[in-house]
């Protein structure tokens, strides 16, 4: 996978001693790279990171996807994969509606894109609503939890907690073109916020908490399409019958 920077960065621009916060956004697929035929599926992921000092996780995201190649199909609807809880003790507690939202309370804006134009899916992303209920530890209640993207959140945030897991954000499938070549899938964010740093996010924000991030950066893969093996074996037998015609 090839990330595609998409901000450089800003620190002259920044308060001094402050850190720039980075939210990366990867493009996953197992057909990454892969030789396939025409109609075979593809699958793909996304995941965030945010590292930087100036921010307490992802707030907000927005992106698109873009198939590039000599054919064309239709991207698939984005799907939410994020399946977050909030732990207490030795064990999990759901932050409740998270998964079908997009994300740990992410259920202010959600955005599945829009796919009318071919090779193309647009504006797909989600994002945190005013932080008017947020988790509260204590009575165990709550649907906004702070730390998306961030490393040393992912023993409270992430259902899977072994420290190698990864906070997805959103999946989907599509059909490989029919034309054959080669075809290069893009990612393409656009500026993402964060959470605010120096904030008390498991209280109630009522002003302003986001920030746009200094740095983001999407993602790419690549497959190429070539001609189903029956297919090639007629054009093979094709070339050999024109060649012996020839000789004749």
Known sequence: MKAIKLAGLVGMLLASGAMASNVAFTLMSPQDGAILNPLDPISWSTKVDVTGGDSQGLAAYVADLEMVGPGATTLNLATFSLA???RVGSGPVEVTEVAALGGAGMYGVTSQGNNATPNKLVGFGAG????????NPTTKKGKQAWGVG???RKSVMLLNHDGTDDYLLNEGTFLAPTEIGLYTVTLTPGRPNVLK???DFNAVQAGEFVAQADQYTGDSFT?????????MLLIASGAGLL???RRA
């Open 84 to 86: 977050y809880d909030v």
């Open 128 to 135: 945190y609503g005013p932080w008017s209920d947020p988790w």
């Open 150 to 152: 961030l490393a040393s």
């Open 197 to 199: 740093a120096g904030l």
């Open 223 to 231: 497959f190429t399409v070539i001609p189903e093996p029956v297919t």
């Open 243 to 245: 060649l012996r015609r």
